[in-house]
């Protein structure tokens, strides 16, 4: 199985590139002003001036790593009143960056980036973490994922609409088939602590008693990977939950009868 990281990786690299030209205008003029301690001392004094009371300091990302790239837009959009009158008080500046300094739609452009990848950055961590068990939120976490695309597909800006295509295209390219998908991702799900009484509860619910049966784990999988597919075809009934500590699509309870035959399969009496 691939490293779900490298493919948020990829997914993210190819949204990246429908404003890459935006990008590069900033890094050129956050490289600039760091280039010398004379230009990083008029540059502070231009923030003062401006009144900004930032305590971050410009960063220079490494342009093959986008979780840089985000970490340098996240600092530097904050500055941008700085940069328009660092342009006034340095003549060189227009005059040594060779596509010009940022534009207000770069910085437009910068803003709505921030705001994407800050939700794929903190998935990276999550996911990369090394001092406890990821495999159980893989799940949950190509599911919100999903959610996001879908979402940014369906705005009305048309500039998250085309970085939403083109990241779901990549997105489909890798989990687009839950089929294709390694059956040990559905299985952790079911052995979570925390979600495994949801399914105890709906199979009572749905009036199928307990009991193992043969073969149960291959229906678990199968369950389970029915109701990603359902997601993905938007099908489903779901909410969806995003906030800064947990990302991740929550199950909406199944109104099919054979939605609730998936409940009960893994389990009988």
């Given at each position: 199985?691939?490293?779900?990281?490298?493919?948020?990786?990829?997914?993210?690299?190819?949204?990246?590139?429908?404003?890459?030209?935006?990008?590069?205008?900033?890094?050129?003029?956050?490289?600039?002003?760091?280039?010398?301690?004379?230009?990083?001392?008029?540059f502070?004094?231009?923030?003062d001036?401006?009144?900004?009371?930032?305590?971050?300091?410009?960063c220079?990302?490494?342009?093959?790593?986008?979780?840089?790239?985000?970490?340098?837009?996240?600092?530097?959009?904050?500055?941008?009143?700085?940069?328009?009158?660092?342009?006034?008080?340095?003549?060189?500046?227009?005059?040594?960056?060779?596509?010009?300094?940022?534009?207000?739609?770069?910085?437009?452009?910068?803003?709505?980036?921030?705001?994407?990848?800050s939700h794929f950055?903190?998935?990276?961590?999550?996911?990369?973490g090394?001092?406890?068990?990821?495999?159980n939120?893989?799940?949950?976490?190509?599911?919100?994922?999903?959610?996001?695309?879908?979402?940014?597909?369906?705005?009305?800006?048309?500039?998250?609409?085309?970085?939403g295509?083109?990241?779901?295209?990549?997105?489909?390219?890798?989990?687009?088939?839950p089929?294709?998908?390694?059956?040990?991702?559905?299985?952790?799900?079911?052995?979570?602590?925390?979600?495994?009484?949801?399914?105890?509860?709906s199979?009572?619910?749905?009036?199928?008693?307990?009991?193992?049966?043969?073969?149960?784990?291959?229906?678990?999988?199968?369950?389970?990977?029915?109701?990603?597919?359902?997601?993905?075809?938007g099908?489903?009934?779901?909410?969806?939950?995003?906030?800064?500590?947990?990302?991740?699509?929550?199950?909406?309870?199944m109104q099919?009868?054979?939605?609730?035959?998936?409940?009960?399969?893994?389990?009988?009496?």
């Amino acid at each position: 199985m691939r490293c779900i990281a490298h493919i948020i990786n990829l997914v993210v690299v190819d949204g990246i590139n429908e404003i890459k030209y935006s990008i590069k205008k900033i890094r050129h003029a956050v490289r600039f002003v760091k280039q010398s301690p004379a230009r990083l001392a008029k540059f502070r004094e231009c923030c003062d001036d401006e009144g900004i009371l930032s305590k971050s300091l410009l960063c220079l990302d490494v342009s093959t790593r986008w979780n840089s790239t985000y970490l340098m837009l996240n600092v530097a959009q904050k500055f941008e009143r700085a940069f328009e009158r660092y342009e006034i008080k340095d003549p060189y500046f227009k005059l040594e960056l060779k596509h010009g300094p940022p534009s207000f739609v770069d910085w437009e452009h910068a803003r709505r980036m921030v705001d994407i990848l800050s939700h794929f950055y903190e998935l990276t961590l999550r996911i990369s973490g090394t001092s406890y068990v990821t495999s159980n939120e893989f799940y949950h976490e190509i599911s919100s994922v999903n959610c996001l695309l879908r979402e940014w597909i369906a705005s009305d800006d048309l500039d998250i609409k085309a970085m939403g295509e083109k990241m779901k295209s990549k997105y489909n390219k890798y989990w687009g088939d839950p089929k294709n998908m390694n059956h040990l991702i559905y299985v952790a799900v079911f052995v979570d602590p925390r979600y495994k009484l949801e399914f105890l509860e709906s199979m009572k619910a749905g009036g199928s008693p307990f009991r193992i049966v043969s073969g149960g784990g291959h229906r678990t999988v199968g369950f389970i990977r029915g109701r990603l597919e359902l997601d993905m075809s938007g099908t489903g009934e779901k909410i969806c939950i995003i906030t800064t500590n947990v990302q991740r699509l929550e199950l909406g309870e199944m109104q099919t009868a054979k939605g609730r035959e998936w409940w009960g399969v893994v389990l009988s009496h």
